[in-house]
């Protein structure tokens, strides 16, 4: 019981942290460093499909959890790659 409430005492700060370092950022920076953030989601993406793929030793509830993880990240890195190549195509010349 005390490590879930740990665990939710973190999510809960990371959260709170998020936001506001988020809200902190001007407009100007922020697509730079959304695009600079892709190589964290892909590590994300890998602990995701860790998790996904650990099977038999830590049950069923994990791998649906993971399973969802994967498509978050999944769409969190084409979303970010995407937003990337709007942005550079932005300063190329017609």
């Given at each position: 019981m005390d490590m879930l409430i740990m665990q939710i005492s973190l999510f809960v700060l990371a959260v709170i942290l998020?936001?506001?370092?988020?809200?902190?950022?001007?407009?100007?920076?922020h697509t730079p460093l959304m695009s600079g953030s892709n190589?964290?989601?892909?590590?994300?993406?890998?602990?995701?499909?860790?998790?996904?793929?650990?099977?038999?030793?830590?049950?069923?509830w994990v791998s649906i959890l993971g399973m969802i993880a994967v498509t978050l990240a999944t769409i969190n890195v084409v979303g970010g790659f995407l937003v990337t190549n709007r942005m550079l195509r932005m300063f190329q010349k017609r």
């Open positions: 998020g936001v506001e370092l988020i809200t902190k950022v001007p407009a100007t920076l190589a964290i989601s892909g590590i994300t993406l890998v602990g995701a499909l860790l998790a996904a793929g650990s099977g038999d030793v830590s049950g069923v």
